[in-house]
C-alpha cells in the first residue's frame, strides 16, 4: 500500500476492496452472507467500527474506523485472508455452474505472489482514503449509498439489502452501523 493510501490510528476511512479482475463473485447470495457474516465478526470480536457500507458484484466499499488500541489495517488483513479461504471453500463444496473458472481465475492471479499459495480473491491494498470533513464524508456516504441505485438493482437506496443505506433511513440494516457525529 503506498504511502497516500496509508491507513493511520484513530482514522475515519473510506475504503475499497476489490476482487480481482473485478470478477463478479458477489452475484450469488451464499458469497455475499460471508462477507455480511465477516464484517459482523469484524464488528463483535477484532474491533471495527462500521459507519456505511455496501456490497456490489466486485467490490465492497466502508467508511470505517477501529476502536482505541485496535489497528484497521489488520482488521481488514484479517477479514480478507478468512473470507478469501471461506469464497475459495464454498466454490468448491457448493453448487456452482462457474467453478472451474472461478478457481482458474484466482488461481491465476495468485502465481505471481509468492506469499499467496493456492489463490488470491482480493487485489491487493484497500484504497484508503481518511475523511477529513464533513463535506467529504457526506459525499462518500452518498456515493456508497447511490451505487445500487447507479448499477440499476433497485430504484432507491433502502431497498438494497447488501448496504447501510436502510440503516440511514431508519430502517432494521443486515449489520449494525455507528452514525458520525
Known amino acids: 500500500m503506498g504511502l497516500k493510501n496509508r491507513?493511520?490510528?484513530d482514522g475515519l476511512y473510506f475504503l475499497t476492496m476489490t476482487?480481482?479482475?473485478w470478477v463478479d463473485i458477489f452475484t450469488r447470495p451464499t458469497y455475499k452472507h460471508i462477507i455480511v457474516d465477516a464484517l459482523k465478526f469484524c464488528q463483535q470480536k477484532k474491533g471495527l467500527k462500521l459507519y456505511a457500507?455496501?456490497?456490489m458484484s466486485?467490490?465492497?466499499?466502508?467508511?470505517a474506523a477501529a476502536e482505541d488500541g485496535k489497528i484497521l489495517?489488520?482488521?481488514?488483513?484479517d477479514f480478507k485472508q478468512y473470507t478469501s479461504r471461506k469464497?475459495?471453500?464454498t466454490?468448491?463444496?457448493?453448487?456452482?455452474?462457474?467453478?472451474q473458472w472461478l478457481l482458474h481465475r484466482f488461481e491465476f492471479n495468485a502465481k505471481p505472489n509468492p506469499k499467496v499459495r493456492h489463490y488470491k480473491v482480493w487485489q491487493d491494498g484497500n484504497e484508503a482514503k481518511e475523511i477529513h470533513s464533513n463535506t467529504f464524508l457526506d459525499q462518500k456516504l452518498e456515493?456508497?449509498?447511490?451505487?445500487?441505485?447507479r448499477a440499476e438493482w433497485v430504484d432507491e437506496p433502502e431497498h438494497y439489502k447488501y448496504s447501510s443505506a436502510a440503516n440511514y433511513a431508519e430502517l432494521p440494516g443486515l449489520l449494525p452501523i455507528e452514525f458520525p457525529d
Do not use: C, F, M
Not at 73 to 77: A, M, Y
Open 7 to 9: 491507513i493511520v490510528a
Open 19 to 21: 476482487v480481482v479482475d
Open 53 to 55: 457500507w455496501v456490497l
Open 58 to 63: 466486485n467490490h465492497l466499499h466502508l467508511i
Open 73 to 77: 489495517s489488520d482488521v481488514l488483513r
Open 87 to 89: 469464497i475459495i471453500a
Open 91 to 99: 466454490i468448491q463444496s457448493e453448487p456452482e455452474s462457474r467453478r
Open 143 to 149: 456515493y456508497i449509498h447511490q451505487n445500487p441505485v
